[in-house]
């Protein structure tokens, strides 16, 4: 095993376990800092994958902006277990139904990826991931979805105000 694979399965074990701890977690404080962690691991992957830029804008944006907000929101809603109603039984049945479900349609699409990277892994390049590739694909052809997601987070950002904002 190279430095590489070792790498990518110490960040993988740091991301699949970060993820456990956030849904096992009582305190919703140590969730979301739980969450930081999968989202350092994530830029981890990043990196391996020659994708420098992605891994800095996740830091910055994911683990650092909105990981605040979520703290803030957390602390605001003072959410804590007494205060949290249980959940019936049909409900963590149902939810456990849908989270298979959703297992299936991850393995089905990890399945087809690493069918149709076998085949492409031929014909690519070194430069995937560099920021004049990203900023051309990301100004050119997804540029509707790029406005979307920002009046997304506008919207999100004002109802986090409207949570916080006292009567």
Excluded at 51 to 61: E, G, P, S, T
Excluded at 76 to 96: F, R, S
Excluded at 110 to 128: E, P, S, W, Y
Excluded at 137 to 143: P, Q, S
Aim: hydrophobic share 60%.
């Amino acid at each position: 095993m190279n430095t590489t694979e070792i790498l990518f399965f110490f960040l993988s074990a740091l991301a699949i376990f970060s993820a456990i701890m956030v849904l096992i977690s009582k305190n919703p404080i140590h969730s979301v800092l739980w969450l930081v962690g999968v989202f350092f691991a994530i830029s981890g992957h990043y990196i391996l994958l020659n994708a420098q830029f992605l891994a800095i804008v996740n830091m910055i944006v994911y683990a650092g902006a909105i990981m605040v907000l979520f703290l803030f929101v957390v602390m605001l809603m003072n959410l804590n277990a007494e205060t949290e109603p249980q959940k019936n039984l049909w409900m963590k049945l149902a939810g456990v139904i849908s989270g298979g479900c959703l297992l299936m349609v991850f393995v089905s699409l990890v399945r087809q990826a690493t069918d149709l990277n076998a085949k492409k892994a031929m014909t690519t390049t070194g430069d995937i991931g560099l920021i004049k590739n990203l900023g051309k694909l990301l100004f050119n052809e997804y540029v509707v979805p790029f406005e979307i997601t920002s009046v997304l987070f506008l919207s999100a950002m004002i109802g986090a105000i409207v949570i916080g904002k006292k009567e």
